[in-house]
């Protein structure tokens, strides 16, 4: 019996292992599409927040006579113009002037970047009209609950798209193991009642009768 007990306790230990690897199994790397993404930054490529965006603008004098605010995009999403703070002091007083990307001039001074206007001074700025949106800008609650919403649908996608590739990788290998397990069972409980019935045949054999 006890050899009995102890073929089952291996029989579940084996089963056992057999679920962890196939919860722990890793499907191999999904193919990345072609023409989709970008691996690096090439020789000929910029980042919009390390060139454009909060980037300081000089005039023909040399000083600087404003700082770029935001991007002006076209209707294929690409970039046609700036949006410039200009006049003021700490933003206290100041107006905002949209200036064509093709005026702007990019020139490497000391291994830096510097953004000008090479024919534009402050007082061409001053005269300027400040710039007139036609959609007003999202108030700070819109930002707020929109991005709220973005995260909760980002969440809901992500979580989604776990539970569906861990049933897709897991779920046969788990299927299998529990067709294994319920086979040993099986197998063991047959073990078991032959061998329950050998050792009651054993113990006829052996008890002593009794005389009438």
Known sequence: MKRLALAVCAIAAMCATQVAQAQTTQAPAAKMPDGIFYTKQEPDQYLAGDLLLNAKVVGASGKIVGDIEDLILNEYNQVIGVVMGVGGFLGVGEKR????????????????????????????????????????????????????????????????????????????????????????????????????????????????????
């Open 97 to 212: 002037v949209a200036v064509r990307y093709s005026a702007l001039k990019f020139d490497n001074q000391n291994g830096k970047t510097v953004v000008s206007l090479p024919t534009v001074t402050r007082e061409t700025l001053k005269a300027m009209p400040a710039y007139v949106r036609t959609r007003p800008p999202k108030s700070f609650m819109e930002k707020v609950t929109e991005r709220a919403k973005e995260l909760a649908a980002k969440t809901e996608a992500t979580t989604k798209d776990a539970y569906e590739k861990a049933k897709k990788e897991v779920g046969p290998a788990m299927e299998e193991a529990k067709k294994k397990a319920a086979e040993a069972y099986e197998k063991a409980k047959e073990a078991y009642e032959k061998a329950k019935e050998n050792y009651e045949k054993q113990t006829e054999k052996t008890e002593p009768k009794t005389s009438n």
